[in-house]
């Protein structure tokens, strides 16, 4: 499955860092922001109702209780400052006259409050109840605060009741509504800022913890590579310095070990190449005594005869073992070497089988005019070991069949038999490995098949095994026609 794509961990921490910052700066300007708004904003509400009040009562004692038009604009005029746009005062339904207001909200400069629905009948209901209240409203997209106060009548002795008059004042909030525009500016340029130093802060911070993360990529790189001797270079005693000193001692170790394993190594394939060539003096001798037993177990007693002929075939078996080891120890040693002629392919495996008396018996697709630069002996090693195998063990028909393209050769051997368990398919070509519950017991070295991939790869090529469709196993060996390179 594709993995998903993912920020890298600079990108994360930008990412990080400015939402930090961002969520930070909102909270912060939007909190001071709304507090500063409301405080404004009830200030001006409070010294104006305290300012109305104020006026209002220095007007005591009223010349009239029943005041008409003339005196509710003097009312009105009173409770006017240069704070104050305009007022107006009412008694019952009479009403002061009305200044024209700044900014002609109607034409003709008369326009009523009450007129452009800014007295709303809820707000003149509280005023008539006796106690002062408030409302902000937008007018032609300024706002402006009205406040309505009721004049109450205080005698001596006697409970206080409402007059009956009413005075309401509006006062435009365009100034504080300015400074509040202001101060949402500056908060808005104060998180600007904090959102460009966080910025500075994450790379800062970024540059800190990628560079050694950066480091310890690279040195598992090349650890991964075989750079056994990589190490790191540790400064400081934060967390990022102990993940440094445990990969250099883990690389220490790893390399320790592997030293280790690669000196047992080596140890025992001398120990295989050296015992190999001991034994090849004795066996040349025992191999001379084996064949004049062979020659003479027809005419010696039954159990004599069986006994020298056991004799003959367990050196053969010893003969062919020791001469694997042998071989495989070359590989191992890297001094295996190729040995390339330009051969006609069909010629060479036609040669293979007539070799081993095996050209009735294998049933052969070989198209004609087929060269490659091959190592004749390694590829008749492959071919005899795979059409071996499948005669041995397989069932019949066994084929070859030859196939090619400019570049590759395919040689397939494959059997009818039962073909390879799955879980043989992976060990087939381990060294010493036998598929015993997939195939009948082998009598050979359990080197074949490694050997005969071995060869092909010193070709430059390769050699697979899988079971047919229709049954069988199937060895496919493929060799490029030009392992060194040469011209076509």
């Known amino acids: 499955m594709t993995p998903r794509p993912s920020l890298g961990l600079r990108a994360r921490l930008l990412f990080a860092f400015a939402l930090l910052c961002v969520v930070t700066a909102a909270a912060v300007a939007g909190g001071i922001y709304v507090q500063a708004r409301n405080d404004i904003l009830q200030r001006t509400q409070d010294a104006t109702v305290q300012a109305v009040t104020s006026r209002l009562e220095a007007l005591y004692p009223l010349r009239s209780a029943a005041p008409g038009s003339a005196e509710l604009g003097e009312i009105a005029d009173a409770v006017t400052d240069q704070n104050s746009s305009f007022a107006v005062a009412f008694y019952r339904e009479t009403h002061s006259p009305v200044p024209s207001p700044p900014g002609d909200l109607r034409p003709g400069g008369r326009a009523l409050l009450w007129d452009l629905g800014v007295i709303s009948p809820e707000l003149r209901r509280v005023v008539a109840s006796g106690r002062t209240a408030w409302q902000r409203v937008v007018l032609q997209d300024s706002p402006w605060l009205i406040v309505g106060t009721p004049l109450l009548i205080a005698e001596r002795g006697r409970t206080t009741r409402v007059s009956g008059i009413e005075v309401y004042t509006a006062r435009n909030l365009l100034p504080e509504q300015r400074s509040i525009d202001e101060l949402a500016t500056r908060a808005w340029r104060t998180g600007g800022a904090a959102l460009a130093f966080a ?290």
């Open 199 to 488: 910025v500075v802060l994450a790379l800062l911070a970024a540059r800190g913890v990628l560079r050694p993360v950066r480091e310890l990529g690279r040195a598992a790189r090349l650890l991964g590579e075989g750079e056994l001797r990589t190490r790191i270079a540790v400064s400081g005693s934060d967390e990022l310095a102990d993940v440094a000193r445990t990969f250099n001692n883990t690389a220490a170790e790893l390399e320790r070990h592997v030293k280790q394993l690669r000196e047992m190594e080596a140890d025992a394939r001398r120990f295989v190449a050296d015992v190999s060539h001991e034994l090849r003096t004795p066996l040349a001798a025992l191999t001379a005594v084996a064949d004049v037993l062979d020659e003479e177990a027809a005419r010696l007693p039954e159990p004599a005869g069986k006994a020298a002929r056991l004799v003959s075939q367990e050196t053969l078996n010893l003969t062919g073992l020791v001469n694997d080891l042998i071989e495989i120890s070359r590989f191992d040693s890297g001094v295996a070497a190729l040995t390339l002629n330009e051969i006609d392919v069909a010629e060479l495996v036609r040669a293979t089988l007539r070799a081993r008396g095996w050209s009735e018996s294998v049933h052969a697709e070989l198209p004609p005019a087929v060269t490659a630069r091959l190592d004749p002996r390694r590829v008749d090693v492959i071919l005899a070991n795979l059409v071996g195998n499948a005669l041995r063990h397989g069932e019949p028909p066994v084929s070859v069949r030859l196939s090619a393209d400019p570049h590759w050769i395919a040689l397939e051997v494959r059997d009818h038999g039962p073909g390879l368990d799955e879980a043989v398919l992976p060990h087939v070509f381990d060294r010493f490995y036998k598929a015993n519950a997939a195939r009948a017991r082998s009598e050979g070295s359990g080197l074949g098949l490694a050997i005969a991939r071995e060869n092909a790869r010193l070709h430059r090529g390769d050699l697979t095994v899988a079971n047919a469709a229709d049954g069988g196993a199937m060895f496919t060996l493929r060799l490029p026609r030009r392992p060194d390179g040469g011209p076509e």
